[in-house]
């Protein structure tokens, strides 16, 4: 029987190979896996893990980070901020260029900023209130003013997500129909950053290629080409590794690929704390999670150290926000606790106590053996106390599908959510105001008056050491609710090649595979 297992896993695993058509094993060609799609590649309208992958590679903008979280010159060589907060002027540096070789100027990131703004998505419900139209102007060719609207504290660590595409290329594939070519933006990139998208099969494959007059320079070891596949089969994973193809893993494997790729020779593993939190995000405005009492069940009901020890690595959560932002961190939370009596005592004080057993819906990426066990441990417990628990396994696009209307979005889902932006306000807008609705970032449509004036006050507070007790108190009141059930703080871990080498962690969604940053170091 086991020799059969192998087999078919065999079988299985180049079969599933055998459609991705990859290429053989090359000096400076890095073959990266992801367990998600790519849904779009327009800077405009970018909102999740795999597509900010695509974006930090394919675009840039006025600033970016480094792995503690300062902002940095990027497109923008300086800036300056009057004293009210309210104008950021920048100066963009000289020499840069877009992938077409033309200038980089301040009439293409009042365009970008523009577009962003009049379509409406991606990170556009971040500035709500804080630009319009009229806010971005280029003052010349190498200076542009933003003017906010109101006072956004949080403005500059914005910035690095305000990629900025060639206004004269977008002009030219526009249409009547199609003002701001959207339909060119989804297909070609036309950014400045330092890889250009040259091929692209939805659902499969994405292939980028270095731009060798990008603004930065390169070293003399720089990966020149990365070939992503989208897989989230454990056994396609693995014999990626086996035959050597592989250069960088997701970090949403099974810690079994994990330990099976660390055995083979010239493959490593490598851990890393994280600003990434895995949340069981509860919905409030559906059955039965409407109750506050049935959503502390649900955490009681949680084995939380089960699913850090064996099923996915992390830090103890206690709250919304993990440490990263010290100064803001309320440290006094208890931790979550693992308790099935006083779940089921919780069952019995809600308002759908004594009616059998409550049917509960858990959501989660459909193909991934973790979130997989991880549910399946949750409808163990739950069904335990009270409840008749219904898995729903679904791919990754349906999920965000689902989560654009509270009737759609399901009791429960398994969500990892990450810092978009280096700053506390990242943990609390995207994930709990009600303009923010209608993502999955947000699947918890917590929609209290309470929760967007805290938020509120915290943007337009400039005293910073007033505005960390305003987020101390809105973390508090969060886990009193119980928004969600805080399960950890992710320990990611990627198998990497021998070959690759300069990863860094960043505290911003995806902008540690800034291949830029990375070298091939194979001969």
């Not at 980089?104 to 319009?132: C, H, Q």
């Not at 699913?307 to 006094?332: N, T």
């Not at 417990?381 to 008749?388: A, I, K």
């Not at 599908?401 to 995207?430: H, Q, R």
Request: charged share 20%; net charge negative; hydrophobic share 40%.
């Amino acid at each position: 029987m086991r020799i059969a297992k192998k087999l078919l896993l065999g079988l299985a695993a180049s079969t599933a190979i055998s459609g991705y058509a990859l290429p053989s094993f090359a000096d400076n060609v890095a073959t990266v896996n992801v367990v998600q799609i790519f849904g779009t590649i327009d800077p405009a309208k970018i909102n999740d893990y795999t597509e900010y992958m695509a974006g930090v590679n394919l675009y840039d903008a006025l600033t970016t980070l480094d792995s503690e979280g300062n902002i940095l010159p990027n497109l923008a060589e300086s800036w300056t901020v009057s004293e009210d907060t309210l104008t950021y002027t920048f100066t963009l540096k000289e020499g840069a260029t877009f992938q077409d070789g033309s200038p980089v100027e301040a009439k293409d990131v009042a365009y970008s900023v523009g577009r962003l703004l009049a379509l409406n998505e991606g990170p556009a419900y971040l500035f709500e209130g804080v630009l319009d139209e009229n806010s971005v102007k280029a003052l010349d060719d190498r200076t542009v003013e933003f003017k906010l609207n109101k006072v956004y504290t949080p403005f500059l660590t914005n910035t690095p997500i305000l990629f900025v595409v060639n206004s004269d290329v977008a002009d030219a594939n526009k249409t009547d129909s199609d003002p701001w070519a959207q339909d060119y933006l989804a297909n070609n990139s036309i950014g400045a950053g330092a890889y250009m998208m040259t091929n692209w099969d939805r659902g499969a494959t994405m292939t980028i290629k270095k731009y060798d007059g990008y603004h930065l320079g390169w070293s003399d070891q720089p990966v020149d080409e990365v070939r992503f596949v989208v897989t989230n089969e454990e056994a396609t994973v693995k014999a990626l590794a086996a035959s050597g193809e592989l250069s960088m893993s997701s970090d949403g494997q099974a810690q079994e690929t994990y330990d099976a790729i660390s055995k083979i020779e010239g493959y490593r593993i490598e851990s890393f704390p994280t600003a990434t939190n895995f949340y069981l995000k509860l919905n409030h405005q559906i059955a039965p999670t409407d109750d506050v009492h049935i959503r502390k069940a649900i955490a009681y009901a949680t084995d939380y150290e089960t699913i850090r020890s064996q099923l996915l690595p992390g830090e103890p959560l206690a709250g919304p926000m993990p440490k990263v932002f010290a100064a803001a961190y309320l440290d006094d939370l208890a931790m979550p606790e693992y308790n099935l009596e006083k779940a089921k005592e919780h069952v019995a004080m809600s308002k759908y106590a004594n009616a059998g057993a409550i049917p509960i819906e858990i959501m989660f990426v459909a193909g991934l053996a973790f979130e997989e066990e991880i549910a399946l441990l949750m409808k163990s417990n739950l069904d335990q106390v009270g409840f008749n628990t219904i898995m729903k396994p679904e791919p990754w696009n349906r999920m965000t599908e689902l989560a654009s209307s509270a009737e759609t979005t399901p009791a429960i889902n398994e969500v990892f959510y990450g810092a978009t932006y280096p700053s506390p306000d990242s943990f609390f807008y995207p994930q709990y105001h009600s303009r923010a609705q209608g993502t999955w970032t947000s699947m918890e449509w917590v929609l209290d008056d309470k929760v967007d004036e805290l938020i509120e006050q915290a943007r337009g507070e400039g005293d910073i050491d007033a505005q960390n007790e305003i987020y101390k108190d809105l973390q508090r009141y969060l886990v009193d609710q119980q928004s969600d059930v805080f399960l950890l703080t992710q320990t990611s871990q990627v198998a990497f090649s021998k070959c690759l080498e300069g990863f860094s962690w960043v505290p911003m969604q995806s902008f540690e595979y800034n291949f830029h940053t990375m070298r091939w170091v194979c001969e």
